[in-house]
């Protein structure tokens, strides 16, 4: 069942997911396996011959991650920078230039600038808010992909996405969307014209933080000549470099896909109450929150996603120090790396997320403090706010 025309949860719930032909389980079961039977040689059941090349609970995900973000073909693996690193190898050759968000992810930055760089890879940081910025990164002949995140972690800017579509195939570049903070219930890229969508499904996907995974989705046409073998380029890289997701890992993801829409609405639900809480609070300079009004991306965000999802960042007047101390006193909010899980989760960008983009142009402000806002009662997480702010 991947009918694009069933409604979101119909897919998250179903697609991939007929139920098991020899008992009927109503659950894909986890093919904790890594070879096949054949009968006779190349007499494989299904296609399958060696977990590495596919899985069967693996196979399952990933047509419900195609199916969700409405594209050709989802690829599931160990994480999500082990589906980014596929992606870049997959699309670009030494000698080629990427032109990367300013305020990317740390990891996604170190990516490019620490691992992709020195394999020949070159880019350009550019404000993705800022289109003529975005036009200027562009190296004629050379830039082969435009990276975009948004919202973008942890300021959560905001980018253009059918704005950068254009620029980006103009130029004959692929653009590929980082919807982890989105999620596929909030945001679709590939119907904005994106060509290829990247997860770190450890984060809202899977949902529970018990997983560590990633995933790309590839559009149904690529809008660049010479890119009309994506998914086959995709796939023989996933295969070559071997950094899948294992059948467990798979199943824990699609698990959590299945209530992705009710637990993002109440993600939203709650950070819009601590987003309101944190706005009239006297020891709070700013608050990041593409919901908004005062937020510069506001208006493209309420054009392109259903809500403004779980991600909320402030700053403090008192600096650093109060920063920390912030993070510390915190309960109900656990102080911790990662996001999107059901419990809510504080943490310092600049000491912990981000450290690795200090002294670059990425580096974040250090009064910032990132909330990952989970699916708790909401009085509780007021309560705790008041009292690491009090
Ligand atoms: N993209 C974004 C926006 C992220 O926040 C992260 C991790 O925090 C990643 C990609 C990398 O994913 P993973 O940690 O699963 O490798």
């Known amino acids: 069942m991947s009918d694009q025309t069933a409604g979101f949860s119909t897919r998250a719930i179903h697609a991939g997911q007929d139920p098991d032909p020899l008992t009927g389980a109503v659950v894909p079961p986890i093919y904790q396996v890594s070879t096949y039977k054949q009968d ?3 007499g494989l059941r299904g296609g399958y011959e060696y977990s590495r090349s596919a899985n069967p609970t693996r196979t399952a995900l990933e047509e419900c991650l195609a199916a969700l973000e409405g594209g050709s073909r989802g690829f599931a693996f160990a994480s999500g920078l082990a589906a980014e690193d596929t992606l870049l190898r997959s699309v670009a050759r030494p000698g080629d230039h990427a032109v990367v968000p300013d305020d990317a992810y740390g990891g996604t930055y170190r990516l490019f600038a620490k691992v992709a760089e020195p394999w020949g ?3 350009t940081p550019a404000h993705l808010g800022d289109l003529d910025a975005v036009r200027a990164a562009i190296r004629p002949g050379e830039t082969k992909l435009v990276w975009a995140e948004t919202p973008t972690n942890p300021l959560l ?4 996405i059918a704005a950068l579509a254009d620029i980006a195939h103009e130029a004959g570049a692929l653009l590929v969307v980082d919807n982890t903070f989105a999620t596929s219930y909030l945001q679709n890229p590939l119907a904005l014209g994106a060509d290829v ?16 995974g990633g995933a790309l989705v590839t559009a149904k ?15 023989f890289h996933q295969n070559s470099m071997g950094a899948v997701a294992g059948p467990f890992d798979s199943w824990l993801v699609l698990r959590g896909l299945k209530t992705l829409a009710v637990r993002m609405d109440r993600h939203c639900d709650n950070a819009e109450t601590v987003v309101q809480f944190l ?7 700013h608050v990041l929150y593409p919901g908004l009004d005062s937020h510069p991306g506001h208006a493209v965000a309420a054009s392109q996603m259903r809500r403004f999802g779980g991600m909320v960042s402030f700053r403090l007047r008192g600096g650093v ?11 109900v909010f656990t102080l911790g790396e990662s996001l999107g899980g059901v419990e809510s989760l504080i943490e310092h960008p600049g000491r912990m997320t981000h450290a690795s983009v200090a002294g670059s142009v990425l580096e974040v402000p250090d009064d910032l403090v990132r909330l990952s806002v989970g699916i708790e009662d909401i009085s509780d997480l007021i309560a705790d706010l008041e009292q690491l702010l009090a």
């Open 40 to 42: 006779g040689v190349g």
């Open 197 to 212: 969508v990247v997860h770190s499904t450890t984060k809202y996907a899977g949902g529970h933080s018990d997983v560590v």
């Open 157 to 160: 800017g905001i980018a253009d």
């Open 221 to 235: 046409t690529v809008a660049v000549p010479g890119f009309s073998d994506l998914d086959d380029r995709i796939a």
């Open 321 to 331: 120090e109060e920063a920390l101390a912030a993070c510390k006193r915190a309960e």
């Open 279 to 285: 706005s009239e609070h006297p020891r709070v300079s």
């Open 121 to 123: 890879l070159a880019h």
